[in-house]
C-alpha cells in the first residue's frame, strides 16, 4: 500500500466516522463524497497522435472512481488508434489522470497493389488515405516484406549501418535483402551471417576505393564481389 493510498485511506476513514448518521439523506451524501470522480485527463509524450483523438476515445472514463480504473478499457478504446505501441497510466488525486502515450516509429512506405502505406516499427501497414506521407521516407519492394522488414531493419541499427543511407529495401523470398543506398549503390546481403554481413558493408563504405563501384555483393561468405 502506497503512502499516498494510506493517507486517502485514513482521511476518508475520519469523514466517515465524524459525519457517519443513519439518515438516508447523510448516508447519501457521504457516499457521494467517498468516491473520487475523474474530472481531468491528461495526455503526455504524444508527438504524432492528436490529443483531443485519444480524449475522445477516453470520454467513458468521466464520472468514474479514481481509485478503479479499468487499464483494460483504456486499451480496449486506444487499440485502433496508429502509431500508438503502449500507454502507461498514472493517477494524480483526487481527480486526474494522465496517459502517458509510447508512438511507433514511420519507418518506410510500401505499395500493396495500387495503395500505398506508411510501414511503422510495429509492423502495422498504415494507409495513405489516411494520412499524408512524406517522400523523404525509403521505399520497400518485394511480396510480403512488410512481415519481415522490421526484423531486418532492427538487423540493422543492431549493428550500427547508417539507415538515412537507404533509398530502398529489396525483399527476396530466400529470406534476404538488397539496399539501395541515396548514391545508387547496391548492396546485397546474405540470408545467413547477416550481422557479420552488414558490419563488413560499414567497414567498406568507410572505404574511398569502394565509392566507385555500383554494387557491393556480400552474399558469398568470406568472399566480396564486386561491379
Request: charged share 35%.
Amino acid at each position: 500500500m502506497t503512502k499516498v493510498y494510506r493517507i486517502f485511506t485514513l482521511l476518508l476513514a475520519l469523514i466517515f466516522l465524524t459525519t457517519y448518521s443513519s439518515n438516508k439523506e447523510n448516508v447519501s451524501k457521504i457516499s457521494g463524497d467517498f468516491f473520487f470522480k475523474i474530472k481531468e485527463i491528461d495526455i503526455i509524450n504524444n508527438f504524432l497522435i492528436e490529443e483531443d483523438k485519444i480524449i475522445k476515445k477516453l470520454d467513458g472514463l468521466y464520472g468514474k472512481n479514481i481509485f478503479f480504473i479499468n487499464k483494460n478499457y483504456i486499451k480496449e478504446q486506444l487499440s485502433l488508434i496508429d502509431f500508438l505501441e503502449k500507454f502507461d497510466v498514472k493517477k494524480k488525486y483526487p481527480n486526474k489522470v494522465i496517459i502517458k502515450i509510447y508512438e511507433t516509429k514511420p519507418l518506410a512506405t510500401i505499395f500493396k497493389g495500387k495503395d500505398q502505406f506508411l510501414l511503422d516499427s510495429s509492423s502495422k501497414l498504415i494507409s495513405s488515405k489516411k494520412y499524408t506521407f512524406s517522400d523523404d521516407f525509403p521505399r520497400i519492394f518485394g511480396e510480403n516484406a512488410e512481415k519481415h522488414f522490421v526484423k531486418f531493419f532492427n538487423k540493422l541499427k543492431d549493428n550500427n549501418f547508417l539507415i538515412d543511407k537507404v533509398k530502398n529495401y529489396y525483399y527476396f523470398k530466400i529470406d534476404r535483402w538488397d539496399l539501395q543506398l541515396i548514391n545508387d549503390q547496391i548492396i546485397k546481403f546474405p540470408s545467413d551471417e547477416l550481422a557479420e554481413a552488414i558490419q563488413q558493408s560499414n567497414k567498406l563504405l568507410d572505404r574511398k576505393d569502394f565509392e566507385k563501384y555500383k554494387i557491393i555483393d556480400l552474399r558469398i561468405n568470406d568472399k566480396i564481389v564486386v561491379e
